[in-house]
């Protein structure tokens, strides 16, 4: 469906080609009827197994397959052993071959992580292969989601994380979901409780409850029922282990102010490498949103604080937040006229000028730079209204920016 | 040739208008899809037959074309796929139950003004089943978690006249905690922005009435950022212009009010220079084999921008405005029926 050149077409017209490509078409419509049909008589045998893997390697979004795979696999699973162990690592391999032919099936990756829920595969080995395919395609979100799901399970330290995302960034700067990936991990890192759940501890509560359900059972049946249904459910637990690092949206703090002045460092070098990559610029903006989180946060405290001495402490906690951020704000700004006296007319420089400029403006740093408040809002303006034209494609954007009714960087925190 | 660079006016040729008898017949022609024993791209893509249905009659409404489709024996087709023992659609008859396809089925029952063969109860317990503890709401039965299904809940519940069935609130909750830090939304809490999600989850929040919850000047910059100098939008940072994203982006920012953020004029030529003035249809990008899905989504974004001669759609039902207009007369006068019974008085017929 995507990126097929036209001119395949003329290819069909070859009779050698028009028949391979419609002999597929019969083979794929009766393979799947087929197992279906072994399906509706509840045929889960080798037989019938075999004929659906085979069309999984074929058309591997065939949902409804899948499905009799797991239907196949689940009192295989429940009962436990060798037979299960078995059957991982099969579904495994199956998956692998799959996901080499097409590395995006969203129903192959849920496949896989429906097999690791149950508990038996080596996580270690699941990273290092999600490791291969980000490394094949670093931008492939199926691979990432996959990534995060085995972290969790692993109980990996952010940390680890974090050093991987900073070896993909210095490899490559417009590896757009590394940087993401950063955003969820430094928060996690500084601020955050840590709160994985390894899988061992997931599998300990599972059979703590199938013994409880056990000691108040009293038929066999019931038994197999309750180690079937709780052994399920704590795999249905994994399975929603999608990521310990939840989004920003969640995040309640900025980062400290000697990890984002690491950040802004980062981020500069890879702006030196190549200003024309999008992703380190759009990273930028949520260094900024932290900077000034780091405002709003000393805002909060003083507001919060009642008594006169700790008012006075709250005091100066703000005041020193604001000299701080000014700081910053002027370093950025300097630093990026640097950018722009080697090239006047740089669309990400001078985005990024315009949006600290109006931050100095709304916070009223104006006077500390020794300038109008009015003089300030007017350069915002003067470099919205060059971006019009030099960036024509968002001259819409631009001109809500001038006309103050676009922001972008100055923001509650809670969204930074 | 402009494939990277902005399309001119000379450029487009025989592209320079929207080729509306040549997409209708090649929509046609996927009329009875299930029919096409001997096209590999139709029995390779069963898995979502609902869906191309669902594209292809949309896409033929807004061109006023629908009459060419065979309505009666699509519409007796997609009932075909409806499985009572969980109230779900199937993406085919033999495929089994998947909110996806639900959607698709609830979607072309609206069109075609035939939601009433819908057992609504049944169809509305099948969506809220699926739904998590923590709000988000499974694909089927078999737990894949993923925005595009908080859409496709809301949204087929919103055509049902039953979000009130729904746990609105915490699909909310869910949908919010995937919100990255560039104002977009990933397909779970932690997962990279993509136009597509961004698009489910604006979606999401626009029917459960929180668009307060997105980001908006901030998303909406990262949306206008998609558009590259060949005037087509691409889906993330450092990929290739695709016309669904014509879609997914654009309705976004529509529903956000901000699409002027970007060009529609050059976005316009993009789309109309991606189609195939041979046989039909529109491609991800130019000179790409054709398919509904992107015959779909560009029709759709030059409805979105005002494209002359087709009718208008709405940004987050992606169906025509016709359609969701008469979908909202039709609950509210379902609504006045119930509360003139409640009343106790004489309830007026439904003129359904």
């Known amino acids: 469906m995507h990126g097929r050149p036209r001119e395949y077409k003329n290819k069909l017209k070859d009779p050698k080609a028009a028949e391979a490509y419609t002999k597929k078409a019969p083979a794929i419509k009766q393979g799947t009827t087929l197992v279906l049909e072994c399906r509706r008589q509840h045929r889960y045998d080798q037989a019938a197994l075999t004929a659906s893997e085979k ?333 019009q034209q030099l960036d024509p494609l968002r001259a819409g954007y631009y001109a809500d920016a001038a006309a103050g009714k676009a922001f972008v960087v100055v923001q509650a925190l809670g969204t930074v | 040739m402009a494939t990277s660079g902005a399309v001119t006016p000379a450029d487009l040729g025989p592209r320079s208008k929207l080729l509306v008898d040549k997409h209708a017949a090649y929509i046609a022609s996927f009329s009875t899809v299930w029919e096409a024993a001997d096209k590999l791209e139709h029995v390779a893509t069963e898995h979502f037959w609902m869906s191309g249905m669902y594209w292809g009659l949309t896409a033929m409404e807004l061109m006023g074309r629908l009459q060419d489709m065979d309505t009666d024996k699509v519409l007796d087709w997609v009932m075909s796929c409806y499985r009572p023992e969980d109230g779900g659609f199937g993406s085919s008859p033999r495929n089994d139950s998947h909110l996806l396809a639900t959607l698709s089925a609830l979607q072309i029952l609206a069109l075609l003004d035939a939601l009433h063969r819908a057992d609504a109860p049944a169809v509305t317990a099948y969506i809220a089943g699926l739904q998590q503890p923590d709000g988000a709401f499974a694909g089927d039965k078999w737990g894949e978690i993923d925005t595009r299904f908080s859409y496709a809940a809301l949204l087929g519940c919103s055509i049902l006249g039953t979000l009130d069935q729904l746990d609105v609130e915490a699909a909310v909750h869910f949908v919010t905690a995937c919100k990255n830090f560039d104002g977009g939304f990933g397909c779970t809490p932690g997962n990279e922005s993509h136009a597509g999600q961004v698009f489910t989850c604006i979606g999401a929040l626009s029917l459960a009435g929180r668009l307060d919850a997105a980001d908006q000047d901030l998303v909406g910059w990262w949306l206008c950022e998609r558009q590259t100098c060949s005037g087509g939008l691409n889906g993330r940072p450092e990929k290739l212009q695709d016309v669904c994203y014509s879609w997914w982006c654009l309705s976004c920012l529509s529903i956000l009010g901000r699409l002027h953020w970007i060009d529609q004029e050059a976005l316009s030529r993009f789309i109309l220079y991606c189609q195939d003035e041979e046989d039909g249809g529109i491609s991800d990008r130019p000179d790409d084999m054709a398919d509904v899905y992107h015959t779909f989504f560009g029709i759709a974004g030059l409805s979105l921008m005002g494209h002359a001669g087709l009718a208008a759609i709405d940004p987050t039902y992606a169906l025509p405005v016709k359609t969701v207009q008469r979908l909202q007369q039709q609950q509210q006068q379902q609504q006045q029926c119930g509360q003139g019974m409640q009343e106790g008085g004489s309830s007026a017929p439904s003129t359904g």
Not at chain 1, 65 to 83: D, H, K
Not at chain 1, 184 to 213: C, G, H
Not at chain 1, 265 to 289: C, K, N
């Open chain 1, 55 to 387: 069309m999984l390697k074929v058309v591997p979004e065939i949902y409804t397959i899948w499905n009799y795979r797991r239907e196949a696999l689940q009192p295989i699973f429940a009962a436990g052993g060798e037979a299960a162990a078995a059957a991982c690592a099969a579904e495994l391999a199956l998956t692998q071959a799959c996901l080499q032919e097409n590395p995006k099936s969203y129903s192959t990756w849920h496949h896989r992580k429906w097999v690791v829920a149950q508990g038996l595969a080596d996580l270690a080995k699941e990273l290092k292969l999600v490791g291969s395919a980000l490394a094949l395609d670093g931008r492939n979100f199926h691979a990432w989601n996959y990534r995060q799901f085995v972290v969790k399970l692993m109980g990996v330290h952010a940390e680890e994380e974090l050093s991987y995302t900073s070896s993909l960034i210095a490899a490559d700067f417009s590896n757009y979901s590394a940087w993401h990936y950063r955003t969820m991990l430094l928060p996690r890192l500084y601020n955050e409780d840590i709160a994985t759940v390894s899988f061992d501890e997931l599998m300990a509560t599972a059979s703590e409850q199938k013994q409880q359900q056990q000691a108040s059972s009293t038929t066999a049946a019931s038994d197999s029922a309750a180690a079937d249904d709780s052994s399920q459910q704590a795999a249905a637990v994994a399975l929603r282990a999608t990521g310990c690092f939840t989004g920003t949206a969640s995040q309640s703090r900025p980062i400290p102010l000697h990890v984002l002045e690491q950040e802004y460092e980062m981020v500069h070098q890879a702006f030196a490498t190549d200003s024309a990559d999008q992703s380190p610029w759009i990273y930028y903006r949520w260094l900024l949103g932290n900077s000034l989180a780091h405002l709003s946060q000393a805002q909060q405290q003083q507001q919060q604080q009642g008594g006169q001495q700790q008012q006075q402490g709250g005091e100066q906690q703000l005041e020193e937040a604001r000299v701080v951020l000014g700081e910053v704000l002027a370093r950025e700004v300097s630093r990026f006229a640097e950018h722009l006296a080697v090239d006047p007319d740089a669309k990400w420089p001078l985005l990024m000028t315009a949006r600290l400029k109006e931050a100095q403006a709304r916070l009223g740093l104006a006077e500390g730079l020794g300038l109008d408040s009015s003089d300030l809002q007017q350069q915002v303006q003067e470099l919205y209204v060059r971006l």
